[in-house]
């Protein structure tokens, strides 16, 4: 099984900061990684796929990146709306995987 | 407009069974690969189990293999998953979740999601 690894856990940021958050593969996912945003009571909303390719309506302040099995969601300029909880998943390798998640809070 | 509705929640003992439910909407349902995706109480997102448009075939993960039977009725656009033999741990939220592309990829639209709690 393809063990991803979010870090930080939680993060700290005040509005209008940037926040970055990373996740790793234990191995090759091939670019195959999403990130969805996901608040208390509420479906988890999809935001990139293919690693950098942003979901439909999503704001361009959310962009992805990738180097080998290192991936990162960057959110600058942070809005209210954007304090969730934010999940890296592979798509490449059965069983599909998710890492543990990152908290982003004020 | 795509729209996944899940029900079928509740308080089950130990041991017991339950069936959730999603209805599909604003798709060709037949023709994707659909998903169960689970959170527990204070932990992150787990795959449970996925079946082909057909319903042919289908995945579990290992918690819940022998367990559980995800199915689908493509007559009512409806995506099922029977839990027997339940446990304390499967107590979690339940998500359905539709595909990116017909043959797997990424999930693009998710249900709200139904509660399912394992208890005495």
């Known amino acids: 099984e393809v063990v991803m690894t979010q870090s930080p856990v939680t993060l700290s940021v005040s509005p209008g900061e940037r926040a970055i958050l990373s996740c790793r593969a234990s191995?090759?996912?091939?670019?195959?990684l999403a990130w969805y945003q996901h608040k208390s009571g509420q479906a988890p909303r999809l935001l990139m796929y293919h690693a950098s390719t942003r979901a439909t309506g999503i704001p361009a302040r959310f962009s992805g990146s990738e180097s080998g099995t290192e991936f990162t969601l960057t959110i600058t300029s942070l809005q209210s709306d954007d304090f969730a909880v934010y999940y890296c998943q592979q798509y490449s390798h059965w069983p599909l995987t998710f890492g543990g998640g990152t908290k982003v809070e004020i | 407009e795509v729209q996944l509705v899940d029900s079928g929640g509740g308080l089950v003992q130990p041991g017991g069974s339950l069936r959730l439910s999603c209805v599909a909407s604003?798709?060709?349902?037949?023709?994707?690969?659909m998903d169960w995706v689970r959170q527990a109480p204070g932990k992150g997102l787990e795959w449970v189990s996925a079946t082909t448009g057909s319903g042919g075939y289908a995945w579990y993960a290992d918690s819940v293999k022998g367990r559980f039977t995800i199915s689908r009725d493509n007559s009512k656009n409806t995506l099922s998953l029977q839990m027997n033999s339940l446990r304390d741990e499967d107590t979690a939220v339940y998500y359905c979740?539709?595909?990116?592309?017909?043959?797997?990829?990424?999930?693009?639209?998710w249900g709200q999601g139904a509660l399912v709690t394992v208890s005495s």
């Open positions: 979740a539709k595909r990116y592309e017909p043959a797997g990829g990424h999930f693009d639209y």
């Open positions: 191995q090759s996912v091939s670019s195959a």
């Open positions: 604003g798709f060709t349902f037949s023709e994707y690969v």
